[in-house]
């Protein structure tokens, strides 16, 4: 659930709508809460983003809700500030502010004042851009992801570490690449993993979580991936 500036195509949203709903069935009867509270937040901003104003604000408070029940406080700031984001995509700014300064409170008070002035960056009108080193190491990050996730053949496993390894001999990167060896290794706590990461390493973190949170998320970040190959 990263802040950013990307969307999703259009005919992407009916595909993820219909995969957000399946999950919202079977998360709550097999009670795996974290689930639950990702997909709600994912179909808030799907909601949005078609029109539906009242299913996309009550699917956010119970997204919200559940999120602080369980204690995940950097979800709360997630789902408040991309709320808001979408509202800007949608030209809402007036209705986004609200939602953008919540998310940089709570990601002030759980000691992560980069996200915290990205949020405050997009409240006041200014534009959250990716950096471009962010935007180049996309591939790598769907990669990752699908190693993560038990999806990917050991050739795409090697290649990851390899890239990691690259990155462990380079002061720039380093600690982006210990976060992401901790994300492999089934570390999903983004407090514990911002440890020592500077605002560039933050935005990828946050998309690489976001996509193991959620369809939405991943459809982003293969979608940056993809146009960085230029197709």
């Known amino acids: ?15 993820a709508r219909r995969r957000y709903e399946a999950a919202l069935a079977i998360y709550p009867a097999i009670g795996d809460r974290l689930g639950e509270a990702n997909t709600l937040a994912g179909l808030s901003r799907l909601a949005l983003h078609q029109g539906c104003d009242d299913e996309a604000r009550r699917r956010l408070e119970q997204a919200v809700a559940l999120h602080r029940a369980i204690g995940d406080h950097y979800s709360v700031a997630a789902d408040l500030g991309n709320f808001g984001l979408e509202l800007l995509r949608l030209g809402r700014p007036d209705e986004a502010r609200p939602y953008l300064l919540q998310a940089a409170e709570t990601f002030d008070r759980i000691g992560l004042p980069h996200l915290a002035e990205q949020a405050r960056q997009a409240a006041g009108g200014r534009q959250v851009s990716l ?14 992801v699908a190693v993560a996730q038990g999806e990917a053949p050991p050739s795409v496993a090697q290649q990851v570490e390899a890239v990691l390894a690259q990155m462990d001999r380079t002061e720039e990167w380093a600690a982006l690449a210990r976060a ?26 946050a998309l690489t979580l976001a996509a193991l949170e959620g369809e939405e998320g991943r459809a982003l970040l293969e979608a940056l991936a993809a146009a960085g190959r230029g197709g």
């Open 1 to 15: 659930q990263a802040l950013g500036d990307l969307a999703l195509r259009e005919d992407d949203l009916a595909e």
């Open 180 to 205: 992401l060896r901790c994300l492999l290794e089934g570390e999903r706590d983004p407090q514990a993993l911002a440890q020592g990461l500077d605002p560039v390493d933050m935005q990828a973190l």
């Open 131 to 144: 950096h471009p080193a962010v935007a180049s190491m996309a591939p790598l990050l769907v990669a990752l």
